[in-house]
């Protein structure tokens, strides 16, 4: 039994990790500051010590960490367009409370810290597959803040000996998945308004991919990092996703609906896919759950 620690735990990934943790039989504790826009809930757990707390108040946050022995660090500022409009709160959040999270790791000597990181590292001049040795092309604020926060998990391991692993997340869906606002996740954008009798909105032509890896597969990652004692693990990023994709229409095509085209966004990338090869070998993790055959057995519904 281990004493967790979760940052974003009332969202959409975060709750789905503390409600395995718990199954698990780990104490958790659960921080969050209930500002992600895109949730229509918040999932508190009830059998977590759950705390409403910023990661950016660190006498707050390190009094949290007595004790932890594992930290999965999820809480962020987690869409790319509302950065473009924010970027100084993507910099306070993404890299300032990361580093608070480190800090407090560093202090109460932590045995593992997890960090979400995300694929949006790649930007456009890499070509999928996307590998983890590719040289970072970040679009927006979102990229570069949470490239940012990878770099300090490196760091920190580097200088200070904090066991970090940070994980590279393509596009996550499932159930609990944000579907509020015109910059939800896609599959749950797609979902809301088929169910609402809306016409789905596609941004550009609609030919833009991306790999799509369901939340309980992220999950089982984050479980396998934290277990992993390899050295080749530490300070190291990984990517978490299926190593195939699908473009918008293909996914509209398996929610079945209409659909307008709306005006293509900046900032995004136009394809992404990752290659596993590394997750598989160092963390063996292996992708469990199939895009269409989720959206066959839920109708996308999360």
């Known amino acids: 039994m281990k004493k967790c620690l979760v940052t974003g735990a009332a969202g959409f990934i975060g709750s789905h990790l503390v409600d395995k943790l718990v199954e698990l039989g780990h104490i958790v504790v659960a ?36 004790g932890v022995d594992w ?16 970027p100084e709160k993507a910099v306070a959040v993404n890299v300032g409370g990361t580093c608070n ?37 970040c679009l927006n604020p979102y990229s570069i803040t949470k490239h940012g926060g990878e770099e300090f998990c490196r760091i ?21 998945q944000p579907t509020s ?24 032509d609609g030919l833009q991919r991306r790999d799509f890896t369901h939340v309980l597969d992220i999950v089982e990652a984050n479980l396998l990092a934290a277990k992993c004692n390899k050295v080749e693990a530490f300070g190291q990023s990984f990517n978490v ?30 394809e992404t896919c990752a290659d596993i090869t590394k997750i598989n070998k160092i963390l063996e993790w292996f992708p469990k759950i199939n895009l269409e055959d989720w959206i066959q057995k839920t109708g996308g519904q999360g």
């Open 31 to 66: 921080i969050d500051n209930e500002s992600a826009e895109c949730n229509e809930k918040r999932y508190w757990s009830p059998k977590a010590n759950n705390h409403k707390c910023d990661i950016c108040d660190y006498e707050k946050l390190e009094q949290l960490f007595e």
């Open 71 to 86: 930290v999965f660090h999820l809480a962020a500022e987690s869409r790319i367009q509302p950065t473009l409009l924010r």
């Open 101 to 137: 999270v480190l800090q407090a790791a560093k202090k109460h000597e932590v045995e593992r810290v997890i960090y979400s990181a995300t694929s949006a590292v790649y930007g456009r001049k890499n070509i999928p597959p996307l590998r983890e040795d590719m040289i970072p092309h």
């Open 156 to 176: 920190y391991y580097e200088l200070y000996g904090v066991k970090t692993t940070s994980l590279r997340y393509f596009n996550v869906y499932g159930e609990r």
């Open 181 to 204: 606002g015109q910059y939800a996740p896609v599959v749950g954008l797609f979902a809301r308004q088929k169910a609402a009798g809306e016409v789905m909105t596609v941004v550009g």
């Open 241 to 270: 996703g299926t190593g195939t994709n699908h473009n918008m229409l293909e996914l509209i095509e398996m929610i079945g609906g209409d659909y307008i085209h709306i005006d293509s966004r900046p900032g995004e990338a136009r």
